[in-house]
């Protein structure tokens, strides 16, 4: 356990807050950067990719181009309003995911200042000491350094529908980092 914590520039007590703040600036925050969002207009101008859409496009041109000019007109009307309802739809349910993601961020219990707390999982760093109980979710990427009979659900990840036992072993961990 020593090994680990000596690689890791931590204590038991876990870190201070200034180490933990200064191990943010060196690491960023925990969590997965969502990427650039696309512009409106593209994600407006995606309505238009489905094949019926297309086929409804095609169709419109082929009546104006026959003469049938009243036709062409309604055909794209119904494409357009088609579009602006499954755009505003999507953007709806963009936000309100959003929404629900900023209500529910997950939380970890640390030690930090030699206290235990509660804090977002985002602001965790490496080196703070981590205390899972029965139930709880593995807010980061961490390395066990004590246990007692930890066994992980981990189907999400390797589809296996049995949970896998955990045992602290600092030799195997500190040869893997």
Do not use: H, W
């Amino acid at each position: 356990m020593q090994e680990i914590l000596k690689k890791y520039k931590t204590t038991l007590k876990g870190l201070t807050s200034e180490e933990a703040q200064k191990r943010i600036q060196e690491y960023g925050l925990n969590k997965i950067n969502a990427g650039k969002k696309k512009p409106l207009i593209i994600k407006f101008l995606e309505e238009f990719k489905d094949l019926m859409v297309i086929i409804l496009v095609i169709a419109s041109l082929i009546s104006y181009l026959a003469g049938e000019k009243t036709d062409a007109l309604i055909i794209m009307i119904v494409v357009l309003i088609n579009a602006s309802i499954g755009f505003i739809q999507k953007y709806k349910a963009e936000k309100a995911l959003e929404a629900l993601q900023k209500l529910v961020s997950p939380k970890a219990r640390i030690i930090r200042n030699n206290e235990e707390m509660e804090m977002e999982a985002e602001k965790l760093v490496p080196g703070d000491i981590i205390i899972l109980n029965e139930g709880n979710s593995v807010t980061a990427d961490c390395v066990l350094i004590e246990g007692n009979d930890l066994n992980t659900q981990e189907s999400i990840l390797t589809g296996e529908s049995t949970p896998v036992s955990k045992i602290p072993s600092p030799q195997i961990l500190l040869k893997k980092i």
